[in-house]
C-alpha cells in the first residue's frame, strides 16, 4: 500500500512537470483561438502539434480554426507533407 501511494505521488508530479514543459506555441495557439484569432491560432496550433509535444486538445483545436478561415486545402497539403 505504501509502494501504491508513492508510486500514485510521483506519477502526479511527473505529470505536473510534463505539463509544465507544453511548448509557448500550444498556449499561444489556444489562447489566439480563444480570442478568434484563427489563422495565428492556426500556425501557432502547427507549431505545437509538429514539435511533438501537443495532444489531443490541441489537435482538436487547429482542426477547429479550418472551418472559420475555409482553407481546408491547405491541411489538407500540409498533413502530406509530414
Known sequence: MRFAIRGV???L?????????EPA????????????????????LWECIESGLGNETHALYLALTYR???NY????TRTQRR
Open 68 to 70: 472559420p478561415l475555409k
Open 25 to 44: 506555441s500550444c498556449e499561444t495557439g489556444l489562447a489566439r483561438f480563444r480570442s478568434s484569432d484563427f489563422a495565428a491560432a492556426q500556425d501557432s
Open 13 to 21: 508530479l511527473t505529470a505536473t512537470f510534463v505539463n509544465a514543459q
Open 9 to 11: 505521488i510521483l506519477l
Open 73 to 76: 486545402e491547405s491541411g489538407l
